[in-house]
Antibody, heavy 120, light 108 residues
Framework: DVQLLESGGGLVQPGGSLRLSCAAS????????MGWVRQAPGKGLEWVST????????YYTDSVKGRFTISRDSSKNTLYLQMHSLRDEDTAVYYC?????????????WGQGTLVTVSS | ETVLTQSPGTLSLSPGERATLSCRAS???????LAWYQQKPGQAPRLLIYGASSRATGIPDRFSGSASGTDFTLTISRLEPEDFAVYYCQQYGSSPLTFGGGTKVEIK
């Protein structure tokens, strides 16, 4: 069975940094695009970033460009999201999302999410 | 950026009734790249439909999707108690990927 387990969330001050991890299992990790989707408290879903299966192509929503970096380690079957210069508006549950063999694919599996709270 | 507008915001129906949810795109979206998700409180979203009309693995056939130009529809033929939730459409054909604002299907 496909499993995605996020970790690394927590409380951080504005301007701070945090790194999220997503441990994947149950599928050939390096063959699939992966991404992050977030959901602010009481709000809808917002796509954050996607990385290709090979890791050589990345995509970001405008509001996180230059602040967040998505990466993956196929030897560890793990996806990462390094977040810098965090803002109040980055407060959300961050979901790890499994895509398809190409970047343009629906998310067929989701992790349970990890909460990031940016507050002083 | 492709904006997806979902309507209605809330749909109040009874079990056994038919639910029709709408998602309108601000510009052309290939049917190949439109998905629907269901989310229940405290849970991660679940993929229902991809490619506008293909059901994901394990999704009951009471869920169906269709497309007409820039209008996409999710239909639940007969609501079961477990279907009361929030539903989101998403386009994944162009960056930035975008979601609609969601439709809440609540018990009347």
């Amino acid at each position: 069975d496909v499993q995605l387990l996020e970790s690394g969330g927590g409380l951080v001050q504005p301007g701070g940094s945090l790194r999220l991890s997503c441990a994947a299992s149950g599928f050939r990790f390096s063959s699939y695009a992966m991404g992050w989707v977030r959901q602010a408290p009481g709000k809808g879903l917002e796509w954050v970033s996607t990385i290709s299966g090979s890791g050589d192509t990345t995509y970001y929503t405008d509001s996180v460009k230059g602040r967040f970096t998505i990466s993956r380690d196929s030897s560890k079957n793990t996806l990462y999201l390094q977040m810098h210069s965090l803002r109040d508006e980055d407060t959300a549950v961050y979901y790890c999302a499994k895509g398809g063999r190409i970047a343009a694919a629906a998310t067929d599996y989701w992790g349970q999410g990890t909460l990031v709270t940016v507050s002083s | 950026e492709t904006v997806l507008t979902q309507s209605p915001g809330t749909l109040s129906l009874s079990p056994g009734e038919r639910a029709t949810l709408s998602c309108r795109a601000s510009q052309s979206v290939s049917s190949t790249f439109l998905a629907w998700y269901q989310q229940k409180p405290g849970q991660a979203p679940r993929l229902l439909i991809y490619g506008a009309s293909s059901r994901a693995t394990g999704i009951p056939d009471r869920f169906s999707g269709s497309a007409s130009g820039t209008d996409f529809t999710l239909t639940i033929s007969r609501l079961e108690p477990e279907d009361f939730a929030v539903y989101y459409c998403q386009q994944y054909g162009s960056s930035p990927l975008t979601f609609g604002g969601g439709t809440k299907v609540e018990i009347k």
